[in-house]
């Protein structure tokens, strides 16, 4: 490719509203370019960095027998009722009428699809195990996309289903999954990934892995242990913890005043927030009247995901205006009404000599024993483990670390085949629902992961596995015969046997070793007057900086050698 | 693969609805299933063609200099009202309000997007000509999806789009992508494929060819001639044709009764119907009052693509109910009034002694002299062109034949790079649009298209070149051990070197051939008990039938020599 005629322009400026360094650089060195919020095109360098990456997760998933297929994009909602997903999937979901009037949805995975293509093709037991997956644009209507590739509303996603007759059998097959998606981490160059426990959201079943690169930049919590082997997507995370046992003294009414937060409050009384309570009120979406209150150790927070497992229903915190409640004075004692679920962690399990609110302006009570004051059937694990607290395998120290997921991997059940009725015959003759395993990856997420792991501060650093291309080959002074016609005859000569991108620009030396950092290719081959009068070329390693100089008539073997993968 | 695990099943039933040669045959062999109308999911062996076709897609845009990008499905209304299309395109654009009420839209082509992504980035003549490709899903709204893969609301397309700074450089770069447009359909292996001159339609611009393949299924009427070059879709076809004179005679109101139809009033008043003139009716899209009235001589039929041009805005066969016209009785004499638009087809230019209709039920008009009874201003063509019309070139008669279109290209002209604004600057400082031209060919159609043309009555016949399987490899009585054990041997030793389908199944040899032979696998290796006792597979080709007998120790070379492409 001659960058000259390339879609793809090279810029200083960080462009505007980019925080994150693989947006501003894919930005900036001409990868992508922004169509709408969360929606981008792909430019050349982008599009050959996807097809790369798609190309290996292709490999993996024929290595574990994946039949790849292509569903629709667009489905008919009459699919989506029958799993009940089209009424428990919210705005994320693009809803439209055909001109028949009929109701379609663009398909955010496809699971419904999957068994749509398996059911009455399917029916015997000898027919299993099997997966399929297709490589596929989907479209979510994301509320906050951002950091560029990272969270978008229109992407390229593998997703694979896979059906089996028993959980050993998923099993097993999950863990060919598992190791497939090492594989295909490892392989598009990625360093600083770990797989964590996960909760399952909106995809039901039992058991699920995400897949995650560590970075500050990422939006998820992971809890770690870095004495044994635990870690955990925050969302499903445990820890153990001491529980301070405060003095037992009778309930009183104190005046806080202005106090309303957990450190107002503790201010005010000099308490240790380990002796308040935290309340945190939610609205149940859909259902206007349902409140749920939840109640932490103050020094905690809630963990909204393990809270929606307890509820069983999605929830959203609530607006307390008009509610009776009040506002940074909510406490247990005395609370309860009609359509109000009261929640309560395990962290406040025994306790007494607490702080909570009095349920009045201004005051809170001291002294509770919530054994006597108040009346709580069980306690449950709904609050986010902090950083020191200890590790439920081993018990030493955790750690919570920042990652984004860049791929996750699901033991579903049978909340689809069964739904949908989709039924294979037993050796014994009986019918059983297939068990399924559903396995997804990001491939514009996967490569703006490696831009922000491998990036340094000149630019994209990209591995040979996924690089655009593998050689830059850079003239200086090409308005020099020789120059020119040695490049020339090297560009044809070349792009024979790897993939070359040819800077034949007459601009500066500087624009062109700065753009050849900027883009981030593997190797730069650099030929001027000084290199030429010695015969010879000046490589130059992008990610470790090495300069070698080469014969001329050597630079093919030498090339051949450092674009091995 | 073992096709015992593979999903896609063959049936012998026909599938209800399904007509046609390549709907019938992919679905009855397992390549696709239907989710809804004109919405399929490609089951692994039609996906695995589909990325054949693709591979050949590919190579061909890049022998051509094409660079892959990848645009968004989902577009913003704001990119689509620069050109004007959000608004002049109909009902087969879906649109939708996002979760901030933005208006969003599923693009059917993209060269908004195309502009938008070089617009800024490509500013200069020395950066041109250029072209940018993908392969991408695209949804249409079809009115009337049908034949399979043929005519779909989803499908996979691979849409280009070409920079030029001056009519001959896209001329030129045309005629490399129709050189390379033939290539492609030669290597898919279409056989009965010819490109045609055609209108440009919603795209603007000035010259375009359709390629099309011939068959009888086919949407399109082509206007061939025999005897020279000329070939033409009938939306833009012209011919030359005899004009008989009839007899000046004085006008006249004659009772025709319940005589509507050309065909009736010709019978019932004894005229040829070359002596006729026939009225179609037209409204306007998106004005209720606009009345377009179209005349044809009676032998002949309006081309209402060739009338949408002359008319400059969409039209529609009108519903006549409540309008004033008298249908079946319309009539050029007197016609005319606010708000009507009349077009009268060249054919009529100059004749006389003409019958039409009276404007009253149950009367029409003989002994009409248009010069004499009718002010018209000017004739347009506006009428099909017939089987036996005679060739505008060389005079000849013209043949008519139906066609699928497989593909197309376009020079668009300077319509989208001057609404949105794109500009370069040329050696003299000046600033010009750019010319761009655009190619499409629908993937899915291409393989239907294979499908329909090299099926026989036994099934699916693929060429060597996007079968989905190069062979077929089939043990019979596989419930003999030494064949079991062969045969199991063969598909791993074979697979490293060819795409084998294995039919592993216990099932009887009938089953397995019929499957074979509707599946359309270039190669079949039948292993049986016979056939070992030879040490010898008994090798068919699906196209010709041709049977060979093979040493089991010369099987890979054979293999290797038919499955050259």
């Not at 029916?123 to 195990?129: A, E, G």
């Not at 959980?167 to 097993?172: A, F, V």
């Not at 797989?195 to 990422?218: R, W």
Request: proline share 4%; hydrophobic share 40%.
């Amino acid at each position: 490719m001659r960058i000259s005629h390339m879609v793809g322009e090279r810029t200083k400026e960080t462009p505007a509203g980019a925080s994150v360094k693989s947006q501003i650089f894919l930005m900036r060195a001409g990868y992508i370019k922004q169509v709408s919020n969360g929606i981008y095109t792909l430019l050349p360098p982008a599009q050959r960095v996807s097809k790369k990456i798609q190309a290996i997760i292709r490999e993996e998933m024929d290595k574990i027998d994946g039949q790849e297929v292509l569903f629709p994009v667009v489905m008919p909602k009459e699919l989506w009722e029958k799993s009940g997903r089209y009424y428990s999937i919210g705005e994320e979901m693009v809803r439209f009428k055909d001109r028949s009037n009929r109701d379609m949805l663009l398909g955010m995975t496809h699971e419904e699809a999957a068994v749509h293509a398996c059911q009455n093709i399917i029916k015997s037991y000898d027919q299993l195990p099997l997966m399929i997956y297709q490589i596929q644009t989907k479209f979510r209507d994301e509320a906050r996309p951002r950091a560029g590739l990272i969270r978008v509303k229109e992407f390229t996603m593998k997703d694979a289903y896979s059906f089996h007759t028993s959980n050993e059998d998923l099993e097993e097959y999950y863990s060919r999954a598992f190791d497939a998606y090492n594989r295909i981490f490892q392989r598009v160059g990625m360093k600083n990934f770990i797989s964590v426990k996960s909760d399952n959201g909106m995809m039901g079943g039992n058991c699920a892995h995400e897949f995650m690169l560590l970075t500050d930049i990422g939006e998820d919590s992971i809890v770690i242990c870095p004495h044994c082997d635990y870690k955990s997507n925050m969302e499903v995370a445990v820890s153990n913890y001491a529980k301070p046992k405060f003095e037992d003294s009778p309930i009183k009414e104190v005046f806080t005043g202005e106090a309303k937060s957990i450190e107002e409050v503790c201010a005010y009384l000099h308490l240790p927030a380990e002796q308040t309570m935290k309340a945190v009120c939610y609205a149940v979406v859909g259902d206007d009247k349902e409140t749920v209150v939840a109640f932490v150790r103050g020094d905690k927070e809630v963990n909204e995901a393990k809270l929606k497992k307890v509820v069983g229903k999605e929830i959203a915190v609530k607006d307390l205006e008009g509610s009776g409640l009040v506002k940074g004075n909510i406490g247990i004692v005395g609370l309860g009404q009609e359509h109000m679920t009261i929640i309560v962690d395990k962290s406040l399990e025994g306790m007494q000599g607490l702080c909570c609110g009095a349920n009045k302006e201004e005051y809170h009570l001291v002294g509770v024993n919530l054994a006597r004051d108040a009346k709580i059937d069980k306690f449950y694990d709904i609050a986010k483990v902090k950083e020191g607290e200890l590790c439920p395998i081993c018990g030493q120290p955790l750690k919570v670390e920042r990652g984004i997921e860049i791929g996750n991997i699901f033991q579903l059940g049978t909340k689809y085949t069964k739904s949908m009725g989709m039924t294979v015959t037993m050796p014994d003759g009986s019918q059983i629902n297939p068990i399924m395993g559903c396995y997804g990856i990001g491939v514009g997420r996967c490569l703006a992961s490696v831009a922000e792991e491998l990036s340094d501060d000149k630019g994209l650093v990209w591995p040979m596995s996924i690089a655009p291309w593998q050689v830059y080959l850079c003239p200086l002074r090409n308005d020099d015969e020789k120059v020119s016609a040695v490049a020339e005859e090297l560009y044809k000569s070349l792009s024979e046997k790897f993939e070359v991108l040819y800077d034949d620009r007459h601009v500066s030396a500087g624009v062109k070793l700065t753009d050849s950092e900027l883009m981030g290719i593997p190797v730069r081959v650099v030929v001027s007057p000084r290199s030429l009068a010695q015969n010879q070329a000046e490589i130059t390693l992008r990610a470790s900086g090495e300069k070698i100089m080469v014969d001329l008539k050597d630079l093919e073997s030498e090339l051949s050698r450092l674009t091995k993968i």
